[in-house]
């Protein structure tokens, strides 16, 4: 099974700053990677697809980028409303397997 | 716009079997290039995807859960069920089933349902 580890488990940050979360797969995974975000008490909502490819309705400040086995998450300007925890998602292979999540406070 | 909704027992005795239901609406769940998917999550802790269908009956699982899931789809009713046997408190989590979609090589889950919480206790 594909491996994923996010950095950091946790993270604080002030409205307005620039947010990056990292995503390493323990094996290569191309490009197939998805980043999620989950809001308290709802489910996890698909933001980037295919590693850099902002869905459908979500805002351009969320992007994503990397291949292989390094990926970043990145919010240019943090807003209140991007409080929520952060997955990626590997489906290169089955099963599919999450990272452990990266909590984002406001500071 | 389509919509998932789980339904099923909030309580299961350990050693039973869990059994939930997802309806989909606003979509055939027989059009397209689509799996349908669960994943769960224990309270506080991250997402472990348990298995998919496709409308044609093939079924992906979990290694880890293989052995006691079943998901089954019935195209007639719109709806798709999960099974898992011989529970116990470590499966008490916070069931999802969500749309797999499929475009050429690219899979992300578009749409879920809002959860549901299943807790394991006699």
């Known amino acids: 099974d594909i491996q994923m580890t996010q950095s950091p488990s946790s993270l604080s940050a002030s409205v307005g700053d620039r947010v990056t979360i990292t995503c390493q797969a323990s094996?290569?995974?191309?490009?197939?990677l998805n980043w999620y975000q989950q809001k308290p008490g709802k489910a996890p909502k698909l933001l980037i697809y295919d590693a850099s490819n902002l869905e459908t309705g979500v805002p351009s400040r969320f992007s994503g980028s990397g291949s292989g086995t390094d990926f970043t998450f990145t919010i240019s300007s943090l807003q209140p409303e991007d409080i929520a925890t952060y997955y990626c998602q590997q489906y290169d292979n089955l099963p599919y397997s999450f990272g452990q999540g990266t909590k984002l406070e406001i500071k | 716009q389509v919509q998932l909704q789980e339904s099923g027992p909030g309580l299961v005795k350990p050693s039973q079997t869990l059994s939930l239901t997802c309806t989909v609406s606003?979509?055939?769940?027989?059009?397209?290039?689509?799996?349908w998917s669960w994943i769960r999550q224990p309270a506080g802790k991250g997402l472990e995807w348990i298995g998919r269908?496709?409308?044609?009956?093939?079924?992906n699982y979990n290694p880890s859960l293989k052995s006691r899931v079943t998901i089954s789809v019935d195209t007639s009713k719109n709806q798709f069920s999960l099974k898992l046997s011989s529970v116990t408190a470590a499966d008490t989590a916070v069931y999802y089933c969500?749309?797999?979609?499929?475009?050429?090589?690219?899979?992300?889950?578009?749409?879920w349902g809002q959860g549901t919480l299943v807790t394991v206790s006699s």
């Open positions: 094996q290569d995974i191309s490009n197939y």
């Open positions: 606003g979509g055939s769940i027989s059009s397209g290039s689509y799996y």
């Open positions: 269908i496709y409308t044609s009956g093939s079924t």
């Open positions: 969500a749309r797999d979609t499929v475009i050429h090589r690219l899979y992300y889950f578009d749409y």
